[in-house]
């Protein structure tokens, strides 16, 4: 079952705009995770933050956390037409256990940078 | 760069049919997942295995559905009889942190078509 929900479903912007995606969940996490998935490939780790951070950056990617309202944001800045793809944010939940790494992944935005 | 690696990439049988995936994960990454993707759909986990062991397959079909990891290293996802529903990207993913809180390596996925 996925977790949560992302916002926009898709999101159609010009090169060197900035993107915005939102993603809400349900449950208590450990961390949230954003990876990006090129057309028809494997899904590529972009950052990870942890329940207790309130904001992340690396590179031109910005990710916040907001644990009181379940959500949380990635922005793009600058974007290229490389950064097309769809982009899913993953949570950690705090079950705790041997499956403790296990991740729940959203639906996804899907994100088309035109040159 | 030391990747994930899946064969066969691509799977297309006839439904009633077995099928099998193979994934090998990062050298030393105990903790192994395999998901499904269906199309416009964020990866659902299907199984993790922490070396050797099974230690989440709630969400694994097991009538049908079977994996194994026998020495804790490479694993094999089986199906059989495939259905229509199969049709899907198979993703395996390993984690070098045992049960701990980490990004996930991606491997380059099977895509299945069930005819």
């Known amino acids: 079952s996925q977790q949560g929900e992302e916002d926009p479903q898709a999101l159609s912007i010009q090169e060197g705009e900035n993107a915005t995606m939102n993603c809400s969940y349900k449950t208590s996490i450990n961390n949230l995770q954003w990876y990006r998935q090129n057309s028809g490939r494997g899904l590529v780790h972009l950052i990870l933050i942890r329940s207790n951070e309130r904001e992340k950056h690396s590179g031109r990617l910005r990710v916040t956390l907001d644990t009181s309202k379940k959500s949380s944001s990635l922005l793009i800045t600058a974007s290229r037409a490389a950064d097309t793809a769809s982009y899913f944010c993953?949570?950690?939940?705090?079950?705790?256990?041997?499956?403790?790494?296990?991740?729940?992944f959203g639906q996804g935005t899907i994100l088309t940078v035109h040159p | 760069e030391a990747e994930v690696a899946q064969s066969p990439r691509y799977k297309i049988t006839e439904k009633s049919q077995a099928v099998a995936f193979w994934c090998d994960p990062i050298?030393?990454?105990?903790?192994l997942y395999w998901y499904r993707q269906i199309l416009g759909q964020g990866p659902e986990l299907l199984v993790q295995f922490q070396d050797e062991s099974v230690v989440d397959d709630s969400q694994l079909p097991k009538d049908r559905f079977s994996a194994e990891r026998l020495k804790g290293v490479d694993s094999t996802l089986k199906i059989q009889p495939a259905e229509l529903g199969d049709s899907a990207m198979y993703l395996c993913?390993?984690?070098?942190?045992?049960?701990?809180?980490?990004?996930?390596?991606f491997g380059p996925g099977t895509r299945l078509t069930v005819l």
């Open positions: 993953a949570t950690g939940d705090n079950a705790g256990g041997t499956s403790y790494g296990k991740l729940t």
């Open positions: 993913a390993s984690q070098g942190l045992a049960g701990g809180v980490g990004e996930q390596f």
């Open positions: 050298s030393g990454h105990a903790t």
